[in-house]
């Protein structure tokens, strides 16, 4: 591991490879939190960033929006910034958020996420891919002169694992898993 690197903050909108992304860093030998749905309800909610992120290495898929105070709290940290084409990835989203709800506690966390990401429960196509590119736009802004801490990552790209490496400095030839491929088949 970089002791350099304070956090690792994977802040791409859902079902832009962040679950694989996720799984690759943890066989980097990362500990990375994923989904953490008490910890992004309170991040959302409270905009308070919990302290279990202070035992960790990182997280992907909570609060993205909260960079900035993700920047400010843990200084000398990474950011990903996972990215993929528009209309598959509301075709993604849309299949993904369709799918029957395991319980009325997680609706209530997924509500709260979209609401977040999207400000409305259910986005429309325009609402959402409007979202998700403005959300690229103001990371990408932000570290405009800072390069050394954002990797822009393209779920399509076949040379994932290679650029993560090299961007926070690792040597591993782990494969880079693909997960959740079933919602990139929605024929919506």
């Given amino acids: 591991m970089n002791d350099v690197i304070n956090k690792i903050f994977c802040i791409g909108y859902p079902k832009t490879g962040s679950t694989s992304l ?28 919990r302290d279990e992120l202070d035992n960790c290495d990182g997280i992907s898929n909570m ?18 910034l996972t990215v993929r084409d528009a209309k598959s990835w509301w075709k993604s989203i849309s299949a993904w958020r369709h799918k029957e709800p395991s319980s009325i506690k997680t609706t209530e966390i997924y509500n709260i ?16 891919i409007y979202s998700m590119t403005l959300h690229t ?28 490496n ?3 400095n690792i040597d591993s030839n782990t494969k880079y ?12």
């Fill in 166 to 168: 090299k961007f926070l």
């Fill in 63 to 80: 609060a993205v929006k909260f960079f900035r105070d993700y920047d400010i709290r843990y200084p000398n940290s990474k950011f990903i």
């Fill in 113 to 128: 996420h979209y609401r977040a990401l999207f400000n409305c429960t259910f986005p429309n196509m325009n609402q959402a």
């Fill in 22 to 49: 996720c799984e690759y860093l943890n066989s980097c030998g990362y500990k990375i939190l994923h989904d953490e749905h008490e910890i992004f309800k309170t991040m959302y909610i409270d905009g308070v960033i």
């Fill in 137 to 164: 736009q103001i990371v990408s802004d932000y570290f405009k002169y800072r390069e050394d801490d954002l990797l822009l990552l393209d779920v399509n790209d076949n040379n994932k694992a290679q650029k993560i």
């Fill in 177 to 188: 898993p693909y997960h959740n491929v079933q919602f990139n088949t929605y024929k919506g």
